[in-house]
């Protein structure tokens, strides 16, 4: 069987994807709940990992770069199919109750 090649997380595609779409690494962090950190660090790695510029820093905003516009596309398009594959819990499932029993 042959081996996959090394893979980005799923979190790192959602970085690069959240990123993109804003244009900003603190909108895109504030948008996932992480730090601007976090989204730098995980956008380094996907630049490690894929040995491509994914932004660059033009008048203090990080603008994404044509290999990063390509990228996020086919990553964003994965990531919604890989969405589809799983059902969402309905309303009648999130709203079951815990019902606790005590001794006195």
């Not at 990531?79 to 999130?94: C, K, N, Q, S």
């Amino acid at each position: 069987m042959p081996t996959l090649p090394p893979l980005p997380s799923m979190q790192s595609l959602r970085v690069l994807d959240a990123a993109v779409q804003r244009q900003s690494f603190s909108a895109a962090a504030q948008d996932l709940g992480l730090t601007h950190g976090a989204v730098s660090r995980q956008i380094h790695q996907l630049e490690a990992l894929t040995g491509i510029v994914l932004f660059s820093r033009q008048r203090g905003r990080m603008v994404p770069t044509n290999a990063a516009l390509s990228l996020a596309a086919r990553a964003g398009y994965a990531l919604r199919t890989l969405g589809d594959m799983f059902p969402r819990p309905t309303v009648r499932t999130a709203r079951q109750r815990l019902r606790l029993a005590t001794t006195s």
